[in-house]
């Protein structure tokens, strides 16, 4: 038997579906699709299309961050740090055409909350899902970025209990404060 040397992305790309198939059901045998957006929704307030895909984006932090480094005025700015290479990547994980207006490279767990900028951490978040509740999408999940950052900057939640909010359950949240 001849073995043939696989590109570590490839591997990487290849595992990420598999467990993505694995986790929503489907075998390898009767996938018909790239990954999609979405994880599965499996135990979520909203549609899959307000999520991003687990296995691409599990979420990642800046090791030790703190609530009051993240709560200094200008902290996002100065560790944003996104490619136009990585956003590139990151539509080629997905599967999904960079459709000006359809999508934005969006961090999961967001700056303002510690969140990194790895791969782990950015997905094409959807302007307006498809499936979802008045086609919500990623400005709704400013709103709730804007407001946990809020609420752990005046001292009302623990950075780690807001990043796992977003984590979580992002649109549960969005549900709570839009009333």
């Known amino acids: 038997m001849q073995y043939r040397h696989i590109p570590r992305a490839t591997l990487l790309m290849m595992l990420a579906l598999a467990l993505s198939l694995a986790l929503s059901g489907c075998s390898a045998g009767t996938a018909t699709a790239a990954p999609t957006i979405g994880g599965g929704g499996g135990g979520h307030a909203g549609p899959a299309s307000l999520y991003p895909n687990p296995a691409l984006t599990p979420g990642d932090l800046f090791p030790g961050v703190t609530a009051k480094e993240v709560c200094v005025s200008g902290y996002s700015s100065s560790v944003r740090s996104v490619s136009s290479d990585e956003k590139a990547a990151v539509y080629q994980r997905y599967g999904i055409p960079n459709e000006p207006g359809k999508h934005e490279v969006d961090h999961f767990i967001s700056l303002e909350l510690?969140?990194?900028?790895?791969?782990?951490?950015?997905?094409?978040?959807?302007?307006?899902?498809?499936?979802?509740?008045?086609?919500?999408?990623?400005?709704?999940?400013?709103?709730?970025?804007?407001?946990?950052?809020?609420?752990?900057?005046?001292?009302?939640?623990?950075?780690p209990q807001a990043q796992d909010a977003i984590r979580t359950d992002w649109y549960a949240v969005y549900l709570r404060i839009a009333k």
């Open 114 to 159: 510690g969140g990194s900028n790895a791969l782990a951490n950015l997905w094409p978040e959807p302007y307006a899902t498809p499936d979802g509740p008045n086609k919500i999408g990623a400005h709704e999940k400013d709103r709730v970025e804007n407001y946990l950052h809020a609420e752990v900057c005046a001292g009302r939640m623990p950075l």
